[in-house]
């Protein structure tokens, strides 16, 4: 899952760095990143089985959830979480090449997950 999302989330970072977007906004992306590396560690334990299953999965959905809440707070921005709307187009571009692959894949581990 990480590899391509990460490389978009890596882009988003970059571009919104060239932007000069608020350190807040830089932050919260690269974070983005982070946690699409928790996210591919818990699911790798998760198929590996034993006993760490259900706390990797409880991490994968936590992960997940913020993951996705910061994501669209990027998109459209969000008061309460303190996350303003990325301006640079190509963020933006980025992004939601992002919300797309990561929608598809994380379909995609439900259904393992089920």
């Given amino acids: 899952?990480?590899?391509c999302c990460g490389s978009l989330a890596d882009l988003v970072v970059v571009e919104l760095v060239k932007s000069r977007a608020s350190p807040n906004s830089?932050?919260?992306a690269a974070r983005q990143v982070s946690l699409l590396r928790s996210?591919?560690?818990s699911l790798n334990q998760?198929?590996?089985g034993g006993k760490v299953v259900t706390v990797a999965a409880d991490r994968f959905a936590a992960d997940a959830?913020?993951?996705e809440a910061q994501l669209y707070?990027?998109?459209d921005g969000d008061s309460s979480l303190g996350i303003t709307?990325?301006?640079s187009?190509?963020?933006i571009a980025n992004l939601v090449q992002f919300a797309d692959l990561y929608s598809v894949a994380r379909k995609n581990v439900r259904e393992i997950l089920d």
Wanted: net charge neutral; proline share 4%; glycine share 4%.
């Fill in 65 to 67: 959830q913020q993951l």
């Fill in 89 to 91: 187009p190509q963020a």
């Fill in 46 to 48: 998760i198929l590996n």
């Fill in 85 to 87: 709307k990325i301006g």
């Fill in 26 to 28: 830089i932050a919260i």
């Fill in 39 to 41: 996210i591919e560690h």
């Fill in 1 to 3: 899952m990480s590899a």
């Fill in 73 to 75: 707070a990027m998109l």
